[in-house]
């Protein structure tokens, strides 16, 4: 208990804090401006400051202006090539981190989006030091939204039994079923029905006061807890750890003496971690192919190994294997030949795709969930939805005698309903493949692959349902 | 469902839109689970599950009633409003004899002796909804809704294109075909501008971006990262010193050059507009309608697919461009310069999607953080997601 209201009062503290009187009382999140103020790992330079009355000062930050040192990819990183997942796989902590930090690269193999098991297996275990992860967040919001439903139900039943008895009370003083009535009645359960949605305004807005006096780090209730458990009230005087553990009472408090300890140093390598609870990190990064290839080959930030000899993979053979491992099952390999490239393989097509967006400043994502290509967001997942599903469409004008395999209606209809349900505007993005007398020759002069990808043309054609009731104005 | 907007009755359940409805498929879960136990699954607030109530039943009866009253009330014409017209066969077109009635401010064409004509789509229109009266040829039979369907559906250019005029006229709107699809000289000429200024391939904008490239930064580009040898994998962003992450983005644009499309369509016919709307407004006038709000091209599923880069790009090239009054960079990409509405008709049953020309490469993002984005609290957050879609929907 003692810790329970320790809790409190800090959160009380860092509720007082930030200065939003206004704004709806929201439990705190992390600063996401600061955290993933860089769009690349990649480290900028920035150039002392300037003295002007110090002329030697003014020479020397002139000559730091006109050659300033090489600072950019100070940091490199390594990933491992696994052709079992066709992935790329970031097993190094630090590299995980900065790789999520800086540009939302990859995902976490354990967990939805952001590598975040081994704070969720932590504060399984009782650590109340590591802050709530996204999916306990969800699943508090989803739980929430479910005894709404619940309280919701209750409530309509209970207003139809009122109905039911009114009615059956009328019949008796009527002695019969009568149709004339129900115009007075009618009136009188409008009346109702207002009542009955401000009190699940109220309701609503309990359950996010409550929320915020517990602060955010609650765990996430099982199913069956969510039963018991009354009301939300309720939840905060009861110190979270016994939610989580209820029966495992004596293990509760060294868990949280260890947390002291444990706290520098090791939010996620776990390294340092002195006594009993040493969690290795189960969980690497994985990154997409076209992923790595921008990293490897765009921001030249990553070497790729292969898994059996930990060597390093060179570009030109690491462009091969992608080309290769793009389908399942892999092409052969005699296929795939660099000096004969052929610019229909999917793995290009994707990847022209993928750099496009990226380059314009956009944050790419799998959109497997949605059934599209590629979800894009602006900044980054933690700032915001994600506005545009793009559906990569490759196209063959310039192949000669060859017919464009065009997808059904169909198809198009059942990916724009499910977008639509999820607000996203679906981008369809023709990718113009050329032919391969088109990039012949690449490898030998001028700017190389970037010359092979400049011969992909992207066209973007943005589809919304058009609705006739709708835009008369 | 449908009302006549010229009438100026407007049904508000047409406004209804299905996709706005969250849906929440859980429930069924429940039932597999069961394995089918036969009970109607429960969830939201719907009026249409018995609840056994006689206030519900009494409810749905008045509905009911409502709906046949309005049913059979007697629809009657008044000589004073009696128009008629001949059908002309071998012209494709009706003859009006004498024009009566508000329709015809948005429908019908004079020629210069004064007559108004009425094309297949209009008249099968009018006769459907009892405007008019019409009569074969110069034999003065009169013909049945059937006979104008099956004598003047052929010229309409097919049973879907009917479809969706007939939907849209029904709707409000004034829909007018396309010029080019007009095979009588009278409806050919148009008084407004609806070709695009400047034809030809221009759709792929310009591609090489040199933003944000000071002098400076362009010296330190030729002096550091200048061509190192012809190295076919070298790295787009070499290792140096970059003052903003504009510059590093800078470098990983690709210069897409413009390619010519050679213009084969292998026989696949290309995509054409099929027709010309205009919002409905009072002070519509057919001379001069100014030029159309959208542009719509009619499709069916039984013969068409999803359209090619190459049948896309020829809608585009049909349609002028059009000045957004939007500013955010969602509405800006989301609308596009120019944007073409494909009625997909299947078995009679109309979507409508708006394909916009979106240029995410005159769009490009701000990477860098913003200058003052120490507290970081909403500062450059973009709005909440589908902000104005709710309120539309809440209108």
Known sequence: MADSTSQDAAVDVAVAVPSHPATAPKPKRPNYAVIHAAPVPLALYHSPPLIPHNPLSFLHHLYLYLFPPTCSHETT??????????????????????????????????????PTWLNRELRRLGDTEVGATSEEITRQRRDQRKEMKKERARKEKEELQKVKAAE???????????????????????????????????????????????????????????????????????PPVQHSNPTETPAVSPPTAKSVDFKPGSKIGGTSAPKKIVLENQEHLQLTYPEAFFLAYALGV????????????????????????????????????????????????????????????????????????????????????????????????????????????DWLHSITR?????????????????????????????????DVFAKYKIREVALRRWIPGRNRD | METDGIDGGLDAAADVDLSDETQDFRFLAAIAKKGGGGSIPKRGEKDFEPDGTNLQSSTLEDSRNAMFQALSVERTHTGKNRVTATWHPTRRLAKVHEQRGVLFKSMGR?????????????????????????????????????????????????????????????????????????????????????????????????????????????????????RKGADAFQAMVAPGAYRNYKEIYNRLLIPRRTLELPPTRRGDPLLNITFHVWKPRPNFKKSSPGPPDFYVTVLSTRDTKMPSLAQIEGLFNEVPEVASRQTGVYQLLKEGKKSVVLAVVDYGVISYMRFSDSRFLEHPLDVDPPSTAKGGKGKGRPPKKGATGNQKSKK
């Not at chain 1, 796989?89 to 590299?95: G, K, M, T």
């Not at chain 1, 060597?311 to 099952?329: D, E």
Request: proline share 7%; glycine share 8%; aromatic share 12%.
């Open chain 2, 110 to 226: 004079a020629d210069s002796t004064g007559t108004t004509w009425l094309l297949p789509e209009e008249l099968i229109y009018m006769v459907e909804r009892g405007s008019l009266e019409c009569f074969y040829d110069s034999t003065d039979v009169p013909m049945s809704v059937q006979a104008v369907y099956a004598a003047a559906l052929a010229a309409t250019g097919g049973l879907e294109r009917y479809q969706v005029y007939a939907n849209l006229r029904r709707t409000g709107y004034v829909v007018y075909r396309d010029p080019a699809q007009q095979y009588d000289e009278l409806f050919q000429n148009v008084g407004y501008d609806y070709r695009p200024a400047e034809r030809g391939n221009r759709g792929w904008g310009p591609q090489v971006y040199l933003w944000g490239l000071g002098i400076f930064s362009a010296l330190f580009t030729s002096v550091f990262h200048g």
């Open chain 1, 77 to 114: 990183y390594t990933g491992v090539f696994s052709p079992v997942t066709m992935s790329v796989e970031i097993r190094d902590p630090q590299a995980v981190l900065d790789l999520w930090q800086k540009g939302f690269w990859g995902k976490g193999s354990l967990s939805r989006s952001e």
């Open chain 1, 418 to 450: 499910v977008n639509s349900q999820v607000k996203k505007t679906v981008v369809l993005a023709y990718v113009d493949v050329p032919t391969a007398e088109d990039v012949k020759g690449w490898e030998k002069g001028g700017d190389g692959l970037k």
């Open chain 1, 168 to 238: 059956a009370k009328g019949k008796h003083s009527n002695g019969g079923p009568s149709n004339g009535k129900p115009v007075v009645t009618d009136a009188k359960v409008v009346v109702d029905l207002e009542e009955e949605i401000n009190g699940l305004k109220d309701f609503v807005s309990e359950l996010a006061q409550s929320n915020d006096q517990t602060g955010l780090p609650t765990p996430p209730l099982s199913a069956s807890e969510v039963e018991i458990q009354d009301l939300a009230p309720s939840k905060a005087d009861v």
């Open chain 1, 302 to 409: 990553l070497t790729i190994h292969s898994e059996p000899d930990k060597t390093p993979i060179s570009l030109p053979n690491l462009l091969r294997l992608f080309l290769r491992y793009s389908t399942f099952p892999p092409l052969p390999e005699p296929s795939i030949s660099l000096s004969n490239l052929n610019p229909d393989n999917r793995f290009l097509i994707n990847y022209v795709v993928y750099h496009h967006f990226r380059s314009l400043g956009w944050v790419v994502k799998s959109g497997v969930k949605f059934s599209v290509d590629y979800l894009l967001y602006k900044r980054g997942p933690v700032f915001s939805h994600a506005e545009f599903a793009v559906l990569v469409i490759p196209s063959y004008s310039r192949w000669e005698g060859r017919a464009e395999a065009c997808r059904e209606w």
